[in-house]
């Protein structure tokens, strides 16, 4: 009979290649499962010495328990692990490995030796393995710990060599991977050694503030802000910098869970939503962030290389992680980025000399002021009124330097409580609260664009418009959560196809569609009718919006897809409503405005992210003359 048989159960060594495949991308790759199982052995010092970028060489030596020769040998056969035993260990995980396929991988495209050594045994065990096949076995004086040597990786898969990079560009993902880890574990001693040369030589630190500092600079440290929230279940720690560290890259995020770096995308989407109007378009903060939370509520075995993870509640993560960073920016924003405490100088300051003022025809200009209809349309009315300065009943002002009189100037800031505007909407008493911008003292515009200030011996500039935005955004954004999100009904509803995968999703989001403006009904089969939308979005392309919106919900949890086209209207409307550059201001105009920016979050950034004001210190300033 002829034989149709196609199925055939493949070689061991084949199946090695394959697994290798997904676990050993490049050099890095080595690194990371060598290190990692270093850290399981609950070593304390950990070298890594790499040549050519890993190519030629890798070694990776630690001082943790070691293995037996029993142990040797099992350590190389696929899913052999001494981190979990049963099925209920694999999700009560608190090791970095346990899967055991990384040793059989790494050992199935490289030349392996292997030397370990345990406590209380005389001498250590020294094994070797070309392509998985071992070669060599013999005992070896050892101290306690594993040390592990790769070379020549991936010699017998030509065809994936040649996919490997630059000597310098394998290496810096090797350096990449130790910063991870060394991040994660301040208390160990690890040294990286690239062609006989030590690049990294990071001693076991108390904080991991000081590992921060050795690793990502002190400059770094210096602009980070403690985060440390959360409770036994949801734990949130570590780093977020101040959204002046920003880069063009996602690089600069580093997030742990549960001790374990990952590329979340739902964490990292969290992130950048307690960054969001605080940075410009296409730059990304800096942190370093650990979220522990009980080991049977995220699954870490979704991922070859574990960079994903799934969450059993993940819009509940998703929220607490955004609004935790949220609070922590908020609050760091409060306060005075200004050496020692801050002055209660005048807000006007004297001139040197009498000096007569060119009548500057000053006008009044559109402004935000205390609003209270829900209505967003009236709102945007109320924005472009003119700005009022502090209640007469709680100010004085004089203004001699623009009279015949050239007496001293009098503070337009009192000790007691000063109304931040003018029909009392809110009072701020500046000895006990967080106000800093009405404390600053106004020398003067330049440019008709900037509000220069003095800051004891710093020069503050602040720009005119972007402060003026971001107190209307601020305002135009607390009017619109006060009152329902108002829909409009469309004339002709907008019906959408979905596939059966989509029309699932929306089925079960469908309440949540509905909390931001929407209304969606059945139009038979897995199409929908769109009714109503939220009235200040455009309406160009509303099924590609809801599709967005319903990728947001299934892969993070949550959506500010929606919210984010009603802010994008809110900044223009904000934007079009304000002080504009190039454009003379009173000085009781500049007084209100620095009032009114106290009383707003955020606002050291417009919501387009970029900065509200810059500080020169007066080193700053003497040193361009010279005399420092």
């Known amino acids: 009979m002829p034989q149709n048989n196609r199925i055939a159960i493949l070689p061991e060594t084949l199946c090695n290649q394959i697994a290798a495949g997904e676990v050993v991308e490049r050099p890095a790759s080595v690194v990371k499962e060598l290190v990692e199982n270093a850290l399981d052995a609950q070593a ?32 190389f056969e696929r899913h052999a692990t001494s981190k979990i035993r049963s099925e209920k260990d694999l999700f009560h995980l608190s090791s970095l490995g346990f899967r055991g396929e990384a040793l059989p991988s790494i050992a199935a495209v490289s030349r392996l ?6 406590a209380g045994e005389e001498t250590g065990n020294r094994l070797e393995l070309v392509a998985g096949e071992v070669r060599h076995h013999e005992p070896e004086a050892a101290s306690v710990g594993t040390r592990f040597e790769i070379r020549d990786l991936f010699f017998n ?40 040369r030590t690049i990294l030589d990071l001693y076991r630190q108390k904080s991991l503030k000081a590992r921060v500092a050795d690793v990502l600079g002190r400059s770094v440290v210096e602009k980070l802000i403690d985060v440390d929230c959360g409770d036994d279940r949801l734990h949130l720690s570590g780093f977020i910098g101040d959204p002046t560290l920003n880069r063009s890259s996602t ?8 001790g374990r770096f990952v590329k979340d995308r739902v964490l990292q989407h969290a992130i950048l939503d307690g960054y969001r109007h605080l940075l410009m378009k296409g730059r990304y903060p800096m942190c370093v962030l650990f979220l522990a939370l009980e080991p049977e509520k995220v699954d870490v075995n979704v991922h070859p290389t574990k960079h994903e993870v799934r ?82 009943s709680q100010v004085r002002e004089s203004f001699p330097a623009y009279d015949d009189g050239g007496k001293p100037p009098v503070s337009v800031i009192s000790s007691s409580p000063v109304g931040c505007h003018a029909d009392g909407e809110k009072t701020l008493d500046l000895e006990e609260s967080s106000a800093y911008f009405s404390t600053l003292r106004i020398i003067g515009q330049f440019h008709r664009s900037y509000i220069l200030c003095e800051d004891g011996d710093d020069l503050v500039l602040i720009d005119q418009h972007a402060a ?109 409503g304000m002080i504009r550059a190039n ?43 010279r005399r420092v």
């Open 44 to 75: 304390t010092e950990v070298t890594v010495d790499v040549e050519r970028g890993g190519k030629k060489k890798i070694r990776v030596s630690d001082n943790g328990f070691g293995m037996s020769k029993e142990d040797l040998f099992l350590c």
């Open 113 to 118: 030796a292997v030397v370990s050594g345990q």
């Open 157 to 196: 898969l030509p065809a994936r060599r040649k996919f490997l990079r630059r000597d310098e560009t394998e290496f810096g993902h090797i350096a990449e991977i130790i910063t991870r880890l060394s991040l994660a574990h301040p208390h160990v001693h690890f040294r990286l050694i690239h062609n006989q």
């Open 251 to 258: 690089q600069g995020i580093y997030s742990f869970i549960n």
């Open 311 to 392: 969450f059993h509640d993940q819009r509940g993560v998703h929220d607490f992680v955004s609004t935790s960073l949220r609070q922590q920016l908020r609050r760091h924003q409060d306060v005075p980025v200004c050496d020692g405490e801050p002055k209660m100088a005048p807000a006007v300051a004297p001139p040197v000399e009498p000096v007569t003022q060119p009548d500057l025809n000053l006008r009044h200009v559109p402004a935000p002021s205390s609003v209270r209809s829900a209505s967003v349309v009236e709102a945007q009315a109320a924005v472009s009124m003119p700005l009022q300065p502090p209640a007469a």
């Open 468 to 576: 003026h935005e971001r107190i209307g955004f601020e305002r135009l954004k607390n009017q619109l959560a006060q009152g329902s999100i108002e829909q409009q009904e469309l004339l002709f509803p907008e019906v959408i196809e979905l596939n059966l995968r989509e029309d699932a999703e929306l089925q079960d989001c469908r309440e949540r569609f509905e909390s931001m403006g929407f209304v969606l009904e059945p139009f038979g089969g897995t199409s929908w009718a769109v009714k109503a939308v939220p009235a200040y979005i455009e309406k160009k392309d509303i099924k590609t919006m809801v599709c967005d919106m319903l990728t947001d919900f299934s892969s993070v949890g949550s959506s500010d897809i929606s919210q984010q086209a009603i802010d994008e209207v809110l900044i223009k409307m904000a934007c079009h």
């Open 583 to 625: 454009q003379t201001l009173q000085l009781d105009e500049m007084v209100a405005l620095l009032h009114q920016l106290d009383d707003v979050d955020f606002n050291r950034h417009c919501p387009h992210g970029r900065p509200v004001m810059q500080r020169l210190t007066l080193h700053d300033v003497e040193k361009m003359f």
